[in-house]
């Protein structure tokens, strides 16, 4: 994969650019800036539209057209794209030097995200939500951060940054449990921290590496197959969009960075989910 050809799809120059997640109904890419407190999106015509906001937004999942919702600071949060409206649905009970970070929905339409602390203590939680109910998953966590599943649900990941780890768990998709935490990848030997990712049709797992420059694909058995070389130091974050899903999206951060790239690769990423 190091000869997919990149390139740079937005106009806007995010502080931290991350969380893409593409909107297969309207042909829709969205990602958000943290810092800079915005959730931006390309239509179908490939327009870029921003929506302000007035708290940090780290992820989204699209619910219609008209909305999607959004981990904003400590709250779970709907967001009128059109209108720029914000309705909190719930809050979190954390500390003010702790923000949500990276959040996905699964197949059956929960809302998993965790949080991070700004210290890196060892204070941040995974979350999910499942209509209005919240339920607190782990605990423990440094930086939460990229998750996803296998390909047949029986897996979940899920990256604590400054551990420079991605775990694995047993799935049970009915119930909506994690169990039997393992360390599936360390990036010891590797540049930067592990950051936001992504899962193909393959089963194989697609790792930005935030400090690294590069996205790295990963066998689910832990074994680095290949990567890309983005240009940017801090890649953030990886999606797969397209009619076909065979297109990556990637977002960036820091002075040279804060763009969102795209580049046709020759495997299918896994369908996303909407939240409901």
């Known amino acids: 994969m190091s000869g997919v050809n990149l390139k740079i799809v937005s106009k806007y120059k995010a502080v931290l650019g991350e969380g893409p997640t593409y909107d297969e109904e309207n042909n829709?890419?969205?990602w958000v800036d943290i810092l800079g407190k915005k959730i931006l999106y390309?239509?179908?015509?490939?327009?870029?539209?921003i929506v302000s906001l007035n708290d940090m937004v780290s992820s989204l999942c699209v619910i219609d057209s008209e909305r999607v919702i959004a981990t904003v600071k400590h709250s779970f949060s709907t967001v009128y794209v059109k209108e720029g409206k914000v309705d909190e649905i719930i809050k979190i009970n954390e500390t003010d030097d702790n923000r949500f970070n990276d959040g996905k929905c699964d197949k059956l339409g929960r809302y998993w995200a965790g949080t991070m602390n700004e210290r890196r203590e060892p204070l941040g939680s995974l979350y999910k939500l499942e209509g209005t109910k919240l339920t607190k998953i782990l605990t423990g966590l440094r930086?939460?951060?990229g998750l996803g599943w296998s390909p047949d649900w029986d897996k979940m990941y899920l990256i604590d940054s400054p551990t420079r780890k991605v775990y694995s768990f047993d799935f049970d998709i009915n119930k909506g449990d994690i169990y039997n935490r393992d360390?599936?990848?360390d990036f010891a030997n590797e540049p930067g921290n592990p950051d936001g990712m992504s899962v193909d049709e393959e089963g194989f797992l697609w790792i930005a590496h935030w400090g690294g420059g590069k996205v790295s694909r990963w066998s689910p058995t832990g074994v680095k197959v290949?990567?890309?070389?983005t240009g940017f130091r801090y890649t953030t974050s990886i999606t797969f969009g397209g009619k076909d899903l065979d297109i990556v999206y990637i977002t960036?951060?820091?002075?040279?960075?804060?763009?969102?790239?795209?580049?046709?690769?020759k495997v299918r990423g896994l369908e996303?989910?909407?939240?409901?």
Request: proline share 0%.
């Open 28 to 30: 829709r890419i969205y």
């Open 42 to 49: 390309l239509d179908e015509n490939e327009r870029e539209n």
């Open 143 to 145: 930086v939460s951060n």
């Open 183 to 185: 360390i599936l990848i």
């Open 226 to 229: 290949e990567e890309i070389r």
């Open 252 to 265: 960036t951060a820091g002075e040279d960075g804060g763009y969102l790239l795209m580049g046709k690769v």
């Open 272 to 276: 996303g989910f909407k939240f409901h």
